[in-house]
């Protein structure tokens, strides 16, 4: 192995007992830091992702309040449920998570939260001011994973940093944040003819398909960064990235695990953005 492990649970350690500090620090003054974590229906992937947020939470001092809720809920009742907690003062974030059952728009939920409580950074107004460079919140996972580029010392300026994907919630946002720290920024996407042409050129490539091997060895320029933003569930049950890590560790100077990466990264910086909310609210 050439790469060096980019750990993302050791610096979601670190950056999580800073939030703790912050959360005490407002506690403190009365003002504890609170996210509303609501899931509706029975996925069981989701299940596991929000008993995963809800405990880093209590770990980090941050108060959880979790509402689960039957598929059959309607839209209206989950709309009601926001506005509630939009005007709730102990509630600084509201998380809902996706995927939604069939019958209910998620833009329409994504919307109704409060900006200043859009800890997830999904709403239309934070990819606006994403976009024209105002510190609203940015999405977790390309925001985790800024922060494991950043974690390698290597300055971003200048460099070919090519994201697979252009999803809402990470490939185009990624992007984003990459042309934001002066990197030369390709999207690539699943209309991209010749993926490993671009890949090549890259000294950073994040991978965010949801297609395992979607990124193989041959395909890397040796001594680049490689984030795996993916999450796939192999016949074995055992979770996979969309980078074929065991080739691509021999070539790469850098390398994300999945599991072990980007997704406690993920957890970590809505932490760091409710805190955000919290600090925003105690100062009005
Ligand atoms: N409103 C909303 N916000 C989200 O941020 C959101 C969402 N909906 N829906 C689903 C995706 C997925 N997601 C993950 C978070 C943590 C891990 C994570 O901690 N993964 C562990 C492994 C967990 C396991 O073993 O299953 C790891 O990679 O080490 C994964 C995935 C947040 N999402």
Redesign the pocket.
Known sequence: MTAQLID?NALSRQLRSEVAQRAAALTARGHQPGLAVILVGEDPA?A??VR?KVKACEDSGVRSIFEKYDADLSEAALLARIEALNADPAVHGI?????LPKHIDPHKVIEAIATSKDV?G?SVLSAGELMAGLDGFRP??PYGSMKLIESTGQSIKGKHAVVIGRSNTVGKPMALLLLQANATVTVTHSGTPDLGYHTRQADIVVAAVGRANTLTADMVKPGAIVIDVG?NRKADGK?CGDVDFEGVKEVAGWITP???????M??TM?LVNTIEAAERAAAR
């Open positions: 993302g989701s596991v992702y995963n998380l809902v998570q996706m995927p997830d999904y977790c996972t999450i979770l999945v599991p072990g990466g980007v997704g406690p993920t957890i809505l």
